[in-house]
Every structure is written in C-alpha cells, then in structure tokens.
C-alpha cells in the first residue's frame, strides 16, 4: 500500500491562502463598498444635495487603496485615502467635503446649529450610517457571492 503524497494539495492550499483569497477579499470589500456608496446617494436619507459638491466627493478605498468613486453630483476631491489602515482588512467609503460630517450627524456646521431643513426632501443625517444598518445583511451577501464566484472562475 503506497502513502498517499500530499504535497501538491499543500502547495495549491498555501497558494489559495497567500494569493488568492486576499485579491477575492478586497475585490469583495470593494464591490460592498461601491453599493454603500450607491446607496448613500439613492436610498433615503440621502446624501444632502444643493449644488452636488458632496454627493461628488464620494469613494471606496479597500486596503488604503482607492478604488471607485461617487455615482453622483458634481465631481469633486474624492478622498485620498484613509491614513494608517492600509494594511487592515477594511473598507472605507466617505465624503470629502469640510461639511460632511456636520451634515452626516445632522448638525450645520461647527457648533449646536441642528439641521432644519434638507435641500431636498429625501436627504438627511446619517446618509451612510443608516445604510449600514438597513444593508447590513445585503453588503455581507454581495461580499460572499463575490468570493465565491472568484473562487469558481
């Protein structure tokens, strides 16, 4: 009886381990990070929109690395990456505006001043925090089918 030689199986594992399924996590994170930011400009609340300065500084960067920017409004400075988790299994999506965390968080600009009234009736506060929340379940579906579809090309 001749030993079974496992060899080839650890070097095709330790292959899927090191190169493939770090790509297919990225290219996951990136596919949920680009409908986040889809959704934050086209599910209620919506990213505010006056002039569409901010609905234009979206992005997706995966791994510090960029990777998509905003569907929507006028093109603005997307954001040049999040410092210090370009090593981290991360996605981050965000907007690159002075105003965008005042208006994600309701408030007018520095200080107390609560948000009123939205330039239109559909936008409003926690415009991607909410996505997160209502999304959850379908961001973590697409992260899946993403790698595995990668896994069986």
Not at 12 to 18: A, E, G, I, P
Not at 49 to 61: A, N, P
């Amino acid at each position: 009886m001749s030993d079974f030689d496992d060899r080839e199986f650890k070097k095709r594992l330790t292959t899927l381990q090191k190169q493939i399924m770090p790509t297919l996590q990225e290219k996951a994170l990136a596919v949920a990070g680009m409908q986040l930011l889809r959704d934050a400009v086209m599910v209620a609340p919506t990213v505010p929109l006056q002039e569409g300065w901010l609905r234009g500084s979206g992005s997706v960067h995966v791994k510090g690395k960029f990777k998509s920017e905003s569907p929507a409004g006028k093109k603005g400075k997307a954001n040049k990456g999040p410092t210090g988790m370009n090593n981290k299994d991360t996605a981050v999506v965000g907007f690159n505006t002075p105003y965008a965390a005042y208006l994600h968080e309701g408030i007018r600009r520095a200080g107390t001043h609560r948000v009123e009234s939205w330039s239109e009736a559909s936008s409003g506060s926690k415009y991607l925090e909410s996505k997160m929340t209502m999304f959850k379940n379908q961001y973590r579906r697409l992260m899946a089918d993403t790698i595995k579809k990668g896994k069986s090309a």
